[in-house]
């Protein structure tokens, strides 16, 4: 599939730590079955996304004329 960006177009990039609510909940540590895990199961997540110079990320995408 092929997105077209015209000149000036933000790009917004969502870095998820769960699929919830579209797919399954992440109990963030291993259960044998995760369709029966209970509410004791569940710990909360800290998700940390670091950008300076030492930690440098990029998306990189084709210009196409």
Do not use: C
């Amino acid at each position: 599939m092929d997105h077209v960006f015209k000149k000036g177009h933000t790009l917004m990039v969502e870095i998820p730590n769960t699929w919830f609510p579209l797919y399954d909940r992440n109990p963030q540590k291993f259960v044998a079955n995760i369709m029966r895990a209970k509410g004791k199961d569940y710990k909360a997540a800290t998700v940390t996304v670091v950008s300076d110079a030492e930690h440098v990320s990029s998306v990189v995408l084709p210009v196409v004329e």
